[in-house]
């Protein structure tokens, strides 16, 4: 059996660590948090709103305390090209049920189970002389620190990365004193995640989510392009001055959804945060000054900006095939090769198709994209729609759980035609018209200020 250390005791840190001793290796965690901190000291570190496959891998190592907690059962996405006025909605189920669980009632709880488990703990900073001392001491040294400073140690792969820097800028809060329940007129979404999509200014998403102190809540977040209309959170220094600035925003742009947020309160008082992802993709292999091999995992090897609640998820998916690799390398030969063999079987399975994903969504909307968007026009998310229009639109809710399932619809004109032929029995360009006529006759009733009729949820309900 291995020896082997990770410093970061995040989501990534601890699942990493948790699998391996399962795997009956000997796994010390240095983190600067011990698990008393996590509930004390800092804001959650993201959303980390997981999809079904990820709670698998929960399920498989007995990690999901929180199965009945809040799970989320589908995706309500309202796109907008400008504001004020609102060109489609889609509502798609999702198969198997999503989690959000508070990460700092989530890495306390398993920093204690890791202990129970076997595993060491210990709770320092560690800083590159450190890094050498426990390289030296360990077969293999994980480094799962998310995107702190110590991740510098990886260089950039700008053959993979798409970006120079940051895309959004975002603030998160967490809210209480929200409705859990945000279904409409009938049609059954409640514990759906709320997406208001600006192509313009940016985008706002809401998430039910299961709070540190056990209640049920709402993580909300805004994804503001810089210098456009969301980007206003620069002076604020506090939750309560985030949450302030939310409400204007929701009122001004986001009409519909404002009376759900207009007595929200902030959830405690580190529920929030401002901040910004490079998303960019890391050389999994650090080198350190004596030339011993540490490697990258979770955010630290992958950054991604959190549009899609994908960067949990795509730890999850590189802890997997790592696992997978430890468990088949019996000579515990942990070398340079190794380690970006084992990035790069995660990066051909799924992580590209989950950048691309999240790429889609950060980038300006796709011909592909419009027409994969008009060829769900109609769905209702309601549990007897058994129509084209609701197929499409869970397959685009499922891909969040499964990237490799529709990415390509959204880069590739004619895959999205073929796919849409596939379903409709050849009729991708009819659909095409009717949507854009009903999408039209919806917009002409909002320049007229009259409500849509278009969707069932689609009427701005002001408060
Ligand atoms: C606003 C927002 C919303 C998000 N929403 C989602 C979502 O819905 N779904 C999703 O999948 N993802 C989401 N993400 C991304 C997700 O939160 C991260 O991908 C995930 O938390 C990363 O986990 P990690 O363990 O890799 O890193 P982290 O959670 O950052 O953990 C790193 C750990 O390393 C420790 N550490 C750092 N440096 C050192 C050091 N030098 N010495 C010792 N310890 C150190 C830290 O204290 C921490 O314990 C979101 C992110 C943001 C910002």
Known sequence: MSKIAIIGSGISGLMAGIGLLEQGHHVTIYSNLSAEDWLTKVPPTGTACRFA???DLEEEFGLNFWKDST?????HLTFCPK??????????RLDRPALAIDVRLQSYTWTLEFEKRGGMTVVAQVDIPMLETIAADND????AAGKADIGKLFAIDETRSVYDKPQRKLAMFVVKNVAMDRSRDGILMNHAIKFNFFGSEGEQFSVPYWHRDGYQCFNSIFEAKPGRAFDTFDDCKTGEDVLDQAKALFKQYIPWDYPWLKDAELADPKGWLKGSVHPCYKDPVGTLPSGAKVMAVGDTANAMDPIAGQG???GYRQIRVLLEAVKDNVEGDYSADWMRSTFDTYYEQIGKSTNAFNNILLDEISPAGIRMLCAQYGSTGAIDDTSVQQKIAND??????NPNLLTD????EGIAKAYINRLTGGKAASTDVKAKMSIAL?????????PRTDHPLANPRLG
């Open 442 to 450: 919806g917009q002409l009733r909002q320049v007229f200020g009259r």
């Open 53 to 55: 496959a990820s709670i």
């Open 140 to 143: 293999l040294t994980l480094v």
């Open 83 to 92: 504001p004020g006025r609102q060109l489609i909605d889609l509502m798609g």
């Open 409 to 412: 619809c959204f880069l590739d």
């Open 396 to 401: 685009f809710v499922n891909n969040f759980d």
């Open 71 to 75: 799970p989320i059962n589908g995706v």
């Open 312 to 314: 949990a998820n795509n």
